[in-house]
């Protein structure tokens, strides 16, 4: 291609420069159709992104189509909110502190982005409907799906919590924030920093216990209560990522909804997730960690979280 195409990488989610879940975004009205999920393979970020003009009748400012390194998805929760702040930073849409709202036509329908900001946007929150639980929780022989998935005994993959009406047993239970993900409570946040997880035996327990996009192991930091947010220690892993996903945009929303449902979670009530793994790839290096946050009153859910400016510039892509 002898075109430049323009892009920015950001970090979303990430408080701390260079935190976070990184994101590509690119331009990708000038880009074959056939190049789109090879390119998005010789990045190697857990999702990449390609913006253009929305479609004809669609009350959008851009549409965005996301990828994994497996495939094209309709949703996914960094990339949606990291695409709007980029669009901002590319000057593709005005931007107007503090506050400016960006429509993106999704693969799931039109999701609006709130960015907030001063001289420059700084952080974002989407916002949408397309929630549900469409199982119970899973609490018979299935669950013998989990301990290969994620290397601890069976009988840590639930979780006692106080709540108003007594103690609550909770167990995995399959919840949509925007797609269908595995929630796994796991009984203490010691757990969770324990977990050594088999790429090809989560693709297994995935698709055996009726998750489309991941599995979120999650554990409360302290008993959740209805004064202050509510925060949890969460690990995620799926079969289109195969390492760690450090932050989970969609699963924080499918969490949200899975602790409102089970009323740990009240409506407007914040959940704080520290998400990540504890150790880098490399011996001795740490975690790459993230924060998000999220809410839901059974209608609608919402995340948010800090968006950081990386790099940006112009590709030339040699095919």
Known sequence: ??????????????????????????????????????????????????????????????????????????????????????????????????????????????????????????????????????????????????????????????????????ELLLYPQVVSGGALQLMVPVATPEDIEQIEASYRDVVVAERALGAELGILAFSFIAPPHSDGPVKVRARFFAYDAPQEDPATGSAAASLAVYLHHHRLLQSGQVLEIDQGPPRGRVDGAPGRRSLLRASCDGQSVQVEGRVREVLRGDMRLHI
């Open 1 to 166: 291609m002898k075109r430049p195409v323009p892009f920015v990488w950001v970090d979303v989610f990430a408080e701390q420069p260079f935190g976070g879940n990184p994101l590509a975004v690119l331009d990708g009205s000038e880009l074959p159709e056939e190049t789109l999920l090879p390119l998005t393979r010789e990045l190697s970020l857990a999702e990449t992104t390609f913006y253009y003009p929305p479609s004809a009748g669609v009350e959008a400012d851009a549409r965005v189509r996301i990828f994994t390194q497996a495939k094209e998805i309709p949703f996914a929760g960094h990339p949606v909110l990291g695409t709007a702040a980029a669009l901002l930073l590319l000057q593709k849409l005005p931007w107007q502190a503090p506050q400016t709202t960006v429509r993106l036509e999704l693969g799931m329908g039109v999701v609006p982005v709130t960015v907030t900001g001063g001289e420059l946007p700084e952080r974002a929150q989407f916002s949408h409907r397309n929630i549900s639980i469409p199982g119970s929780p899973i609490s018979d022989q299935r669950l013998a799906w989990l301990p290969p998935a994620l290397g601890l005994p069976m009988e840590r993959f639930s979780q006692k919590v106080a709540a108003a009406a007594g």
